[in-house]
Every structure is written in structure tokens, then in C-alpha cells.
T-cell receptor, first 110, second 113 residues
Framework: TQLLEQSPQFLSIQEGENLTVYCNSSSVFSSLQWYRQEPGEGPVLLVTVVTGGEVKKLKRLTFQFGDARKDSSLHITAAQPGDTGLYLCAGARYGYALNFGKGTSLLVTP | DADVTQTPRNRITKTGKRIMLECSQTKGHDRMYWYRQDPGLGLRLIYYSFDVKDINKGEISDGYSVSRQAQAKFSLSLESAIPNQTALYFC????????????FGPGTRLTVL
């Protein structure tokens, strides 16, 4: 069962553009995590959001957790080629393993 | 040195062969996981273990088995490999405290001919 839906699935933009990736569910999560995966490597944790409505910033990346703790978004400002990769969201529920979305593949061209 | 290591990194095998993928971690985490990743399907959980005596099936455990030999070691076996088990396999760990945040190994690329 795919609890988390990510959109868009693919995104190709030019350097300097802004973008937003969405992670949606009908389930409530105790926390939501975002990972980035580069080719040939395992996913690496970027951030965890815990409180409904929470906003966290990591340099040019802004993460938001929905008020109802069912959805999240990742906004990248002035994308750079180094942002290229697969972005995965994952929802945590107490006592369960993480549920991962299918990912958003981002390509940023110079 | 990497905190989570996987061996082998690449493996090509034939249908019907038994394969074991190994994972070791130096993070001191109790929880360990095996995932497979396929294009368009994302990361899917195969098995997970919350401590040495605890083994749980994930969403796609058929055709796989695991062994938790110690806190630091968690191996995944394919008893009789088939071509649709060709995928990228990841081991991950978590401490079970900080929102189950996962630390992944570098992955094993398995090809079953």
C-alpha cells in the first residue's frame, strides 16, 4: 500500500529556477522526513519535520509540514546543478517502519 | 570509514542460485532494515528488525529471508534467485529514538540472469 504520493515524479529545470515538490497522504504521521539520493549512493537524510505547520530551512531548501501532519512540501530556491538527485519523502508512525514515497527525480541543467 | 557497509556492491548471478547480501553497521543502532529499489517503484521494505531477537516482514518479503546475527549484522538471502529480483538493495539502520531517521548503506546492485 502506497501511503505517500509524491509529485511531480520528474522535474527538469534550468539553473536559477525555483521548484516545489509535494508529498501527500491520507494518513497522519508523527513525523515526516526528506531524503536525497544521488546516483550510485544510498539516500541521505536532509530534514525531519515533526510539528504540524512546521517550517524548516536548510540553505536554499525550505521544508513544510502540513497542519494536519498528512502532507509536506520541499521548495528549492534558485536551483543549482548540485541539487540534481532523487528526493524521497518518508512518513513515520509510532511502532511502524517508515513509509517512503516513490520519489521525485530532479535534474537541474546549467 | 562508512557507518553502514554492504557487501557485495555488485553481483551478477543466475536464476535458481542462492545469494546472500550482507550488511554491517558501526552506528550502534538497534534497528536494521532491508529495502529494494526499482525504477518507478521507489523504496520498498523487505524485512526489518527492531533488535536482535525481533524480525518482521515488510511489504515484499516473499522470496527473501533474513538473519540478524548480532546487533551490528543483518543479512538478506535470496534462496532461489529469479530475474524479477534484479534490483538495487539497500540496508539501513535507525536508533528508534529520533523519529526513526534512517541511515543507509551504499547499496548492492544485483542482477539475476
Amino acid at each position: 500500500t502506497q501511503l505517500l504520493e509524491q509529485s511531480p515524479q520528474f522535474l527538469s529545470i534550468q539553473e536559477g529556477e525555483n521548484l516545489t515538490v509535494y508529498c501527500n497522504s491520507s494518513s497522519v504521521f508523527s513525523s515526516l522526513q526528506w531524503y536525497r539520493q544521488e546516483p550510485g549512493e544510498g539516500p541521505v537524510l536532509l530534514v525531519t519535520v515533526v510539528t504540524g505547520g512546521e517550517v524548516k530551512k536548510l540553505k536554499r531548501l525550505t521544508f513544510q509540514f502540513g497542519d494536519a501532519r498528512k502532507d509536506s512540501s520541499l521548495h528549492i530556491t534558485a536551483a543549482q546543478p548540485g541539487d540534481t538527485g532523487l528526493y524521497l519523502c518518508a512518513g513515520a508512525r509510532y511502532g511502524y517502519a517508515l513509509n517512503f514515497g516513490k520519489g521525485t527525480s530532479l535534474l537541474v541543467t546549467p | 570509514d562508512a557507518d553502514v557497509t554492504q557487501t557485495p556492491r555488485n553481483r551478477i548471478t543466475k536464476t535458481g542460485k542462492r545469494i546472500m547480501l550482507e550488511c554491517s553497521q558501526t552506528k550502534g543502532h538497534d534497528r536494521m532494515y532491508w529495502y529494494r529499489q526499482d525504477p518507478g517503484l521507489g523504496l520498498r521494505l523487505i524485512y526489518y528488525s527492531f533488535d536482535v531477537k525481533d524480525i518482521n516482514k515488510g511489504e515484499i518479503s516473499d522470496g527473501y529471508s533474513v538473519s540478524r546475527q548480532a546487533q551490528a549484522k543483518f543479512s538478506l538471502s535470496l534462496e532461489s534467485a529469479i530475474p524479477n529480483q534484479t534490483a538495487l538493495y539497500f540496508c539501513a539502520t535507525s536508533d528508534g529514538l529520533s523519529y526513526n531517521e534512517q541511515f543507509f548503506g551504499p547499496g548492492t546492485r544485483l542482477t539475476v540472469l
